[in-house]
Antibody, heavy 119, light 108 residues
Framework: QVELVQSGAEVKKPGSSVKVSCKASGGTSSTYALNWLRQAPGQGPEWLAYIIPAFGATKYAPKFLGRLTVDADTATNTVYMELSGLKSEDTAIYYC????????????WGQGSLVTVSS | ESVLTQSPGTLSLSPGESATLFCRASQIVSSNYLAWYQQKPGQAPRLLIYGASSRATGIPDRFTGSGSGTDFTLTISRLGPEDFAVYYCQQYGSSPWTFGQGTKVEIK
């Protein structure tokens, strides 16, 4: 059974950066794209980026280009998301999720990491 | 970017009734790459349907997805207490992949 376990909650000041981790286990291949999404209170999820750990290939939503970096450590099956220039609007639950086998729907999700941006 | 509009915003139903949820895309969803998710408070979304009509592993056949082009529907027959939740549609036909704002199915 695929399991994605994320790092804990963070509280950050505006203008700072946050780094969230997601460790995969249960046999999911490093050739699967692992995605980052976020969900602000009362809103639908928003896709941010993906990385294919085996190849280091990445794709970002245009809105986050220049402010978001995703990378992976294949030795530990862990992917990371770092968001810089934090604003209050970045307050959300951040999820990692695996791409499905037939397209970019998301079949396995992490438990979520709450990031709160507040002065 | 494809904008997904879900309706209604809230559906108030009794257990045993059926629910019909709608999702309209601002542009044609390529290859009917449309997914549906269920989300309960404090939990991550759970995949129900992909490819507009294919049920994900372990999803009961009470959940039926249909539609094509820009208009899609999720039907939940015989609502059980565990089905009261928020439902989201998501298109993955064109990047960036986008989600609707959700339909809440609540107990009447």
């Amino acid at each position: 059974q695929v399991e994605l376990v994320q790092s804990g909650a963070e509280v950050k000041k505006p203008g700072s950066s946050v780094k969230v981790s997601c460790k995969a286990s249960g046999g999911t291949s490093s050739t699967y794209a692992l995605n980052w999404l976020r969900q602000a209170p009362g809103q639908g999820p928003e896709w941010l980026a993906y990385i294919i750990p085996a190849f280091g290939a990445t794709k970002y939503a245009p809105k986050f280009l220049g402010r978001l970096t995703v990378d992976a450590d294949t030795a530990t099956n862990t992917v990371y998301m770092e968001l810089s220039g934090l604003k209050s609007e970045d307050t959300a639950i951040y999820y990692c999720a695996r791409r499905g086998s037939l397209g970019f729907y998301f079949d396995y999700w992490g438990q979520g990491s709450l990031v709160t941006v507040s002065s | 970017e494809s904008v997904l509009t879900q309706s209604p915003g809230t559906l108030s139903l009794s257990p045993g009734e059926s629910a019909t949820l709608f999702c309209r895309a601002s542009q044609i969803v390529s290859s009917n790459y449309l997914a549906w998710y269920q989300q309960k408070p404090g939990q991550a979304p759970r995949l129900l349907i992909y490819g507009a009509s294919s049920r994900a592993t372990g999803i009961p056949d009470r959940f039926t997805g249909s539609g094509s082009g820009t208009d899609f529907t999720l039907t939940i027959s015989r609502l059980g207490p565990e089905d009261f939740a928020v439902y989201y549609c998501q298109q993955y036909g064109s990047s960036p992949w986008t989600f609707g704002q959700g339909t809440k199915v609540e107990i009447k």
